[in-house]
């Protein structure tokens, strides 16, 4: 096992067990990573994060294959050879193909057939094709076990052969592969109310040839699934993102899909593909001879139904839950990765914050916080339709900014998002304050996070509607402290976060944020239950227990006091030290990231460079190793002597929007604007350049090199200069460039992509080369629109979603010829 993990994350054996070690020894990923690097030989958290998620895999395959084992030796059938094939079975499916004969399962028709004694009539025919059929099959009649006629006879025959054939895991394994690299996914539109949900949402579930009714004119009409009514593309080519749009509009009845051997619109293709895959079945089950003979017919017709009507079926349900788990596990990193970028966002800091939480007959809900973020005041103004209120509310937002020393608006980012934003331009103007003092902040979860119980425990004073606002303010302030708060799920920065298993999901997305509160840190006498609920080795109960002992005896004067929290033992203290900062305490160490078993190695640091933290950098780290700290930890506590508590978050700037560019009708092709990066997918970026409609820049638009991923040039917070291709106002839709030096409208050719032609655009999206039985059409996914901060692009479960501003999405119109509409279909997210 070890070594398998080493050789996938390309380590030593020795430090993946060093790792698995500590992890069954209680410890916890953030420690390991940040205390323990001697140890692993400096392996970093997403490393060991990969390692336990694969230790879970591979100690789930090997119950499976002991419990697999056992069965197989309860029937009596276990050999050696089969023995040391279980053993050598790298994944679940391969451990399952081996097994599968000896399932305890239903009566088979196979089976039925060989207590009718006629297992030697298949094996009979196999040997002489040239044998009389009908006389041979005469000899196996008995009417007593069921077999009354020779066509009774042959039938038990096939079923023996077919089962045989599936039951052969060599061939199972080579056809399942050839299938992969070769075959091809199609799609057709299925008549409205025909078939719906057939599969009940289960991505293995198949839809064969033929059972989906012909299209009838319109039915998928405009629909965000019309790219997919006849659709093609090579099974090994497809993007995960496409395949969860294939399967989603599957489940939604939209669609019919297949796998097929070749493009089933070539009958000459898919004849001669069909054929190889038949000849390897034939040569598997020791056909031999030609089709000349009743006998040879008989069994080219069987090695046809063996293929068809059972192997292919079954490769089919197998490849999609390979692509369904690849599809996945893309997903889950694109969540991850985001939700990383905006977790470690750069912080305002202690900055008054007046936070605005947008609405229109509820009024905007209005919150002060100080630079603690405590709330000192609130208000609900009602600027907009239909009291428009607008000269009162402007007086009370600047009373309140005028009264609080606020130094920064934070504005919502939901409906009448684009009113308030304007409403609190004209403020900053009264109050003379610059245009980047105000942000739009994403308020996803807000809502969830206002009605929850951590919400009425911390502003129990406050009413539900403006708990919003306070924490719109707070995560200008502290993105990581706030958004701690809420499940990582609400936050909305996935991509098809809803069509992947939450289980997963949710376990990979706990990872991330734990990982980011600990390399931040958390100062122990402010944080709430919530953040401190994500610090290594602690968890809801000590958070609790920790808050609880701070509000009966104060603030803690060190670590060490610590120790006194009711529950909070030696194995907790040592996960959880490090992590926890307490600033002006007795201790100045307290406040830094070096661990309580270091203080000593830090005060021999010190006492060489004479209590210099200049000299502490020109110090050799190797003097100060020993068998307990080695070069790796030395480092770390140098760097803190001279830094101590350094954040690892970036410098907090807000984009400079270009001043009377306050709109998309104010956006211009040629334009070059500075925004920030709202959310990064797998097929490019968002961008917000403050008009309430986030642009796009395509993967194809990011560098004149090769970019696979989005985010080798730019992540979610980043605040990037970026060129405007193509707008489509009708559309609310924003074509942008990070190539500043592309041409635009009419310089390029409208509906052309920027650069690099049809080749570099298949190439972006992982479809390798233009071929002939492709036939691919412009897009893949019609009518999807965006939403601020997420990707889940094709909306949840199919309704509308919100754009930045809170407009609808405007599914379900024609397609714009513009190089913006030919980025969106490429991504798979329009018409």
């Known amino acids: 096992m070890s070594r398998t993990i080493a050789a996938e994350l390309g380590v030593s054996p020795w430090q993946v067990d060093a790792a698995v070690g500590l992890l069954n020894g209680g410890a916890t990923v953030p420690f390991i990573a940040r205390y323990r690097k001697e140890v692993t030989g400096t392996l970093d958290d997403a490393q060991l994060r990969d390692l336990e998620e694969r230790l879970r895999y591979l100690r789930e395959l090997e119950d499976r294959r002991r419990a ?130 057939h599969d009940s949402g289960r991505p293995g579930a198949t839809a064969r040839p033929g059972s989906a009714p012909s299209p009838a004119p319109g039915a998928t009409g405009e629909g965000k699934y019309a790219d997919f009514e006849d659709y093609v593309q090579r099974v090994d080519t497809l993007p995960g993102h496409r395949v969860l749009a294939l399967l989603r509009g599957e489940r939604e009845g939209a669609i019919s899909l297949e796998i097929a051997e070749a493009d089933p619109r070539d009958d000459t293709a898919l004849a001669e593909a069909r054929a190889g895959y038949e000849a390897a079945v034939a040569h598997a089950l020791g056909v031999r001879g030609g089709s000349s003979t009743p006998a040879g017919k008989w069994l080219a017709q069987t090695v046809k139904v063996a293929w068809q009507g059972r192997l292919l079926a079954k490769l089919e349900s197998d490849l999609r839950s390979r692509l369904f788990d690849a599809a996945e596990e893309e997903s889950v990193k694109v969540f991850a990765a985001n939700l990383r970028d905006v977790l470690l966002a750069a912080p305002a800091g202690n900055r008054a914050v007046l936070g605005l939480d947008p609405g229109l007959r509820t009024g905007v809900k209005v919150a002060v916080v100080d630079g603690t973020g405590k709330v000192v005041d609130t208000a609900t103004i009602y600027p907009h339709a239909p009291a428009k209120k607008w000269t009162e509310a402007l007086a009370v937002l600047e009373k309140l900014c005028r009264e609080h020393g606020v130094e920064l608006v934070a504005v919502g980012n939901g409906t009448a998002s684009r009113e308030t934003d304007r409403l609190a331009g004209e403020l900053l103007t009264r109050l003379g304050m610059p245009r980047s003092a105000k942000v739009i902040v994403s308020e996803a979860g807000a809502s969830v996070y206002s009605a929850s119980a951590l919400a009425s425990a911390e502003l129990p004073e406050l009413d539900v509607s403006l708990r919003g606002a306070v924490s719109i303010g707070r995560r200008l302030q502290d993105p990581l402290a706030e958004l701690v708060k809420i499940d990582p799920k609400s936050i909305g920065v996935g991509q098809y976060q809803h069509d992947v298993t939450q289980a997963k999901l949710e376990r990979t997305l706990d990872a991330v944020v734990e990982d980011c509160v600990n390399a931040v840190g958390v100062d122990v006498n402010t944080a709430s239950p919530a953040l401190l609920a994500r610090v290594a080795g602690l968890g809801p109960t000590l958070s609790r227990n920790i808050v609880e002992y701070r509000d009966a005896n104060g603030v803690f004067p060190s670590r060490a006091a610590l120790k006194k929290v009711p529950r909070l033992g030696e194995k907790a203290f040592e996960q959880c030290a490090g992590f926890l900062r307490i600033t002006g305490g007795r201790q100045p160490l307290d406040a830094s990231a070096v661990h309580p078993e270091a203080y000593g190695l830090a005060a021999r640091i010190l006492e060489a460079a004479g209590g210099s933290k200049e000299r502490v950098a020109t110090l050799d780290p190797a003097q100060f190793a020993d068998e307990r700290f080695g070069i790796p930890t030395v480092r770390d506590v140098m760097a803190e002597l001279v830094r101590p508590g350094r954040d690892p978050r970036p410098e907090f700037v807000t984009a400079s929007l270009k001043e009377g560019v306050e709109s998309i009708n104010d956006v211009k092709p040629g334009m070059i604007l500075e925004g920030t990066v709202s959310n990064v997918a797998a097929f490019g970026a968002f961008v917000d350049l403050g008009v309430h409609q986030d642009g796009l820049v395509h993967v194809s638009a990011m560098s004149s090199r090769f970019i696979s991923d989005p985010r080798e040039v730019v992540q979610s917070g980043q605040i990037v200069k970026v060129k405007v291709l193509e707008v489509d106002v009708a559309r609310k839709r924003i074509s942008l460039t990070l190539r500043l030096d592309d041409e635009v409208g009419a310089e390029r050719g409208v509906g052309k992509p920027a650069r690099g032609g049809e080749e570099r655009r298949r190439a972006s999206e992982g479809a390798g080369p233009t071929k002939p039985d492709d036939q691919r059409k412009p897009g893949d996914q019609r009518g999807a629109r965006r939403s601020n901060g997420g990707a889940s692009r094709t909306g949840d479960g199919g309704a509308p979603r919100q754009g930045s501003g809170g407009k609808p999405g405007g599914q379900g119109q024609p397609a714009a010829d513009t190089a913006l509409a030919d980025a969106l279909r490429r991504a798979g997210l329009a018409r």
């Open 68 to 197: 697999v084992l056992a069965s197989i030796a309860e029937q009596g059938a276990l050999t050696v050879e089969l023995q040391a094939s279980i053993a050598a079975a790298a994944t679940k499916s391969q451990l399952e193909d081996l097994y599968l004969p000896y399932k305890s399962k239903r009566r088979t028709r196979a089976q039925i057939a060989r207590e009718a004694g006629l297992e030697p009539l298949a094996d009979a025919l196999l040997a002489d094709p040239a044998q009389d059929l009908d006389a041979l099959a005469a000899a196996y009649l008995n009417e007593g076990l069921g077999v009354a006629s020779a066509q009774d006879a042959l039938a038990g025959a096939r079923a023996i052969l077919t089962e045989r054939a599936g039951q052969d895991a060599e061939l199972v394994a080579d056809l399942r592969e050839r299938l992969f690299r070769g075959g091809r996914v199609h799609s057709e539109a299925k008549a409205p109310g025909k078939n719906r949900a």
